[in-house]
């Protein structure tokens, strides 16, 4: 599951032994308004045809998959660049959640590749803006800001037991200084989904398959 505002596409770099994986790629649909993080997961499950799948979500999608794996059995949960606590959110989005300051932020620019990307990925863009248009292409007002409340207000205090964390040190909008007991990637940052998917190639067969996390 891809991050807020991504489609599937940021999963291209990843090939893994097809005789041994199966990839099914998710993507968002625009939610229904009002519709809760809940309800928009048990949806986001009937989109799943095998039995006791590993889930893995990037950032936002990261959170939507622990909220699905809470409806359905799963193997394993893998999430990138993501929380897996509601005590790990940054700072700046605690202080949202109080002062509401989130409904502030100009999200009728979505359009803005260039704002939509420090949104979805906490970056400037200044080169390869054509592949951020087309990683970003969920541009919907009300989507983007549905996401960004459930964000801010996402309420976690106990990670599921099958859980796999994956972050990387220089993730600028989930800074690792919050985040414990996770597996690291060195040098990675928000992105590291698309920009270091030899890693991921690496090393996933292994964390899929072991029977028991080492975290």
């Known amino acids: 599951m891809p991050g807020m505002a991504a489609n599937s596409t940021i999963f291209d770099g990843i090939q893994l032994p097809q005789d041994t994986f199966e990839i099914h790629k998710l993507d968002w649909f625009i939610p229904k308004r009002g519709i809760s993080l809940e309800d928009y997961a048990k949806k986001m499950c009937l989109k799943i045809q095998h039995e006791n799948p590993v889930l893995l979500g990037v950032s936002f ?44 932020l100009p ?72 985040i414990k007991n996770c597996k690291t990637v060195k040098n990675g940052t928000h992105t590291m989904i698309i920009h270091r998917a030899k890693w991921f190639n690496e090393h996933l067969p292994a964390i899929i398959l072991e029977e028991r996390s080492s975290i």
């Not at 999608?61 to 660049?81: C, D, N, P, R, Y």
């Open 61 to 104: 999608g990261g959170l939507l998959v622990q909220e699905m794996a809470k409806h359905i059995k799963t193997k394993k949960i893998i999430v990138v660049s993501c929380v897996k606590h509601e005590n790990e959110l940054p700072k700046k989005m605690l202080f949202a959640k109080y002062t509401k300051a989130h409904k502030l």
């Open 107 to 178: 999200t009728g620019l979505v359009n803005n590749v260039e704002l939509l990307a420090k949104y979805a990925f906490g970056e400037k863009v200044t080169k390869r803006l054509h592949l951020y248009e087309k990683y970003l292409s969920v541009r919907d007002k009300y989507y983007i800001d549905w996401s960004i409340d459930n964000i801010v207000n996402w309420k976690q205090t106990h990670p599921p037991e099958n859980l796999v964390h994956i972050h990387g040190e220089k993730d600028t909008v989930f800074p690792i200084s919050n």
